[in-house]
């Protein structure tokens, strides 16, 4: 389904070139203060423009269709939509024969008996990460001290900031892509939120975070790396502040520890590239030649800090 | 809550040093047969014994509740109950003063107020792991076709198989601990299960396999690796058959392609080590040293690959 | 939470007076038929005009805004969403300092600490049956030969239909209202649906039918006589078709026996009525006169027919 | 499912003549104290021993196998277990050619294909309201002050106490069985449980009491009499202290107004009659003559009213 949450419960609608997309956030409390500029400021951090990411511009102004009254939740389901306007779904014909590789085309297709809409990804499209964002702004404002801040660690492998417009470019010369690394963190976790095995910390915000499209990983404190050190190493003994290593990311057994939660991501490189691939033609039935044109990111991961916030604003909403 | 699944849901239960621990499997399939012999092979695996592992002793002997009917599934709830014996409470008395570093001894003691039972880690405790394999057979059974491997391919750093034994004699002998990497890999999926978006297959592999305690990673595909490579590295062409490279791990969009799904998994080194820890002591408010006697694990990965092959196929059984 | 549904998902929202009111149906399956003229027959049957019911007029006209492609459904969430027109908000002033008995004025305020959206009744305003009804349209045609078909039996406690027109008319001039009796029969019912216990059908269908604004109760089959009967009497014996008396309304143990599910529905009398009515005043904390203005049915329960359709459609697609 | 609850969550499983009967129990709050003893009171109601209720004995001693700790919950899981004892099955070998008349044999036979429990109606049992009974005395701990009482008020369509001895010997002697009437009470109320349409109090306390067997309405307040009542006679005014007539049974638009949540549910008669029946024979595929031997109720409704009060207590907890 495409809901996630038990008591802040958010329901995804809408597809890349329909009417609209948007979000219904059922269970938000009421009397939280909302307005279009409370959202704007997220919705800017994921709008394209910065140098790497898509020329597609699309208004991305959100109406509230339910749920506010006077300027404050009410307590009701809280919809927010988002109109779609620039679209040119004639750059999607093609892709019917030729599904794009690493695109959810051809799974799409078969998974619906191919009644999906096929245009711009339809309901699959990235741009269904703009009411992800709207919702995230919302729980954010539920949350209230706890704060949480992701930023982009790495771009095609290098962690030197300085260097990632040289590399965009470069890449973009080349019609080719860059992935990226997202580090979020928590500050201000009250101790206790939640549960053992199923239900645990990490199990919720991965859950969450891989629903972002193009996640291939994720990892909490240590990750990786722990499989790799001793337990002498990697223990993270109390000291009278809490934990002092915070080796586990604010986490033990699936419980917040009161340490900042720490994670990351890693998104792989933008699937749709100019540069021609050699992928199966399922008309013709030979391998063919795609070059894909349509405006896209060199580097989509740029876009996403703000939404791997929102998603883990959307968990710690549902948990607390 | 503690218990996990849609349709073929999985609701643990159980202490470590309590009566029993359990699990009661409601939606799995009625005709399937099943006996206390189909559960042994997988429990075997997961039992201790192997050289790195704790000498713990339990008779991990399945009691069928209910559900069962002249050897077979009866569509009615399914309850698999296993019971505790051997049991030493007393190693465990310290801890309420000296929580243990990387355990939930603290977290459980403030989230449920001091009431939760906190011998040998209570609902903590990786025994729950036990029942949880068994829902795992049970799952395997109503999957069928679809082929479930997971294996250690890493044990402290180290690919190289032959050189563990040594590595973990050495580990034991410093009182220190390992960790580890899984590899779980599902062949004949077929395409389209998972949805978009929250219940991506991502999503619910990763929700299931952060339930298993000490994982501390995962990451599918190619991982992150995508994150350091150029979209045309790292796309996927089709051919005839089907993705060629696999670089996404079996999933585009968050829906199966029909490859293989291939994730790995990372396991932090065990907790509890005898090497004395310099850590906090609650009641007498000073930095204090404990040292952790009982059984434990030198490296508890090496009894996981098939906890991983069990939340896998409980995942798959949910969405097929 | 304003949903219901577990693999055919419905979820509510919007408010009478605020900018629209909808439905997000997730799980929908693709490929089903819809157009707006689909939706139009049983809005219709819902819409006032009949002698007895409101002048309200709305535009009731359907608006997707996904899910839906080249006039079918996709398999993606589906959203429909009706726009307010025809608001008259003066009408609801008073009632913040004089809740009006029977609705859900004091008890909104009360739970959503006066945050809640008061102009028309808001999110609890009987216009939200509206997408109830839009779903229900697209669960029938999910359903496919299941018929589902819902009369009025009883207006005011007269069963003879004859007599309605003028029992509404009286009722009119003295300012008052009428309440009524919906029977509703499901034929074609596969047998085994539903579950045991919490599952049962009737639980479910019970469930959803309390949904609808102003249900005092629900019967099956012989419903609150079979308490006066023997067990002679009721006890429905077998015959070669199946059940012979229906008296348990098609269900045996919470799970549908191949007959006909039938059952009944009482509906309260309108409470808005023009007669003044003696309550108290939280303002001047005295009791005072309240007359309710405002357009409003003599007897709604004569456009509820075709919502106990609904919501019992939307309950078998769910256990289909 | 065979579960219940979002946030207290009650599974059951177990089978009449199985190894045991039991009911986990998720998301109890911690530090309830909680004995055998303390669940013995409710479980004597329940009781057979009555004059008027099977002679069958059963232990019903409850076994605590996880959760409790010291006397106390802890807030892991919490499953209480009734071993079963005094079975004879051999009292049941017939059904399978002539599913007894008003019994879910037949359609559990058909639903699991034939692979169900038969035994004593195996999973359909009444039995299982044992652990239901359990689970609500453990949801009337936590509710703390809110006060649920149920009583019989009709037996037989006789509404005078003092004539049921008579009545259900009559009914004995003839081989026959009555039905009744339990009404439901629940008192201090806070103001505001539930949510607008889909998860009304009357949703929720009418699929609870629903997944009781042998139920076949259910009505609040002023129940099917108000679909015959006019506005201004069934319409509640407000007085200082809420409202005054209760006609709505303590819930308008589905949220408690404060008021003693009222209903009352019809039990069919027991199915189970001595008193020679004909049915159909699959086998012969002839009409044939059954007579059903075993131990049983000649009202077992008599024995319901704890089993309203557990399943009011269980949406309660939730809602709390």
Chains 1, 2, 3, 4 share one sequence.
């Not at 939509?81 to 779904?89: P, Q, V, Y």
């Not at 990697?234 to 917040?256: A, V």
Request: hydrophobic content about 40%.
């Amino acid at each position: 389904m495409n809901s996630f949450g038990r008591i802040f419960r958010v329901s995804l609608f809408g597809e890349s070139h329909g009417e609209a997309v948007g979000v219904v956030i059922d269970g938000a409390p009421e009397g939280i203060g909302l307005s279009k500029e409370d959202l704007m400021f997220d919705i800017g951090r994921r709008a394209p423009g910065l140098n790497g990411t898509t020329s597609r511009r699309e208004s991305d102004e959100p109406i509230f269709l339910s749920g506010l009254y006077e300027g404050h939740t009410t307590g009701a389901p809280l919809t927010i939509m988002f109109k779609n306007g620039d679209t040119r779904s004639e750059d999607y014909v093609a892709f019917d024969a030729m599904p794009r590789p690493g695109h959810a085309d051809f799974v799409a297709s078969v998974k619906w008996d191919w009644e999906n809409d096929p245009r711009g990804g339809g309901h699959f499209s990235g741009r269904l990460t703009l009411p992800l964002v709207a919702a995230g702004v919302v729980a954010k404002k539920a949350l209230e001290d706890i704060d949480i801040h992701a930023e982009l660690i790495e771009v095609g492998g290098c962690s030197d900031e300085s260097k990632w417009p040289e590399l965009l470019e470069k890449a973009q010369a080349e019609g080719d892509s860059l992935g990226g690394i997202v580090e979020c963190k928590v500050d201000n976790v009250p101790i206790g939120l939640g549960e053992p095995f199923f239900d645990s910390v990490e199990s919720m915000i991965s859950h969450a975070v891989f629903a972002i499209p193009g996640v291939r990983g994720i990892e909490f404190g240590d990750g990786f790396k722990a499989a790799r050190m001793k337990g002498s190493e990697h223990n993270d003994p109390f000291g009278p502040e809490g934990p002092t290593k915070n080796s586990s990311g604010g986490i033990n057994g699936g419980i917040t520890n009161g340490a900042p939660i720490v994670f990351r991501v890693a998104f792989k490189p933008t699937s749709s590239i100019s540069k021609p691939q050699k992928t199966y033609n399922f008309k013709t039935q030979k391998m063919d030649t795609l070059a894909i044109k349509g405006r896209h990111d060199v580097c989509f991961a740029l876009r996403t800090p703000v939404i791997v916030e929102a998603v883990t604003a959307i968990v710690l909403a549902d948990l607390v």
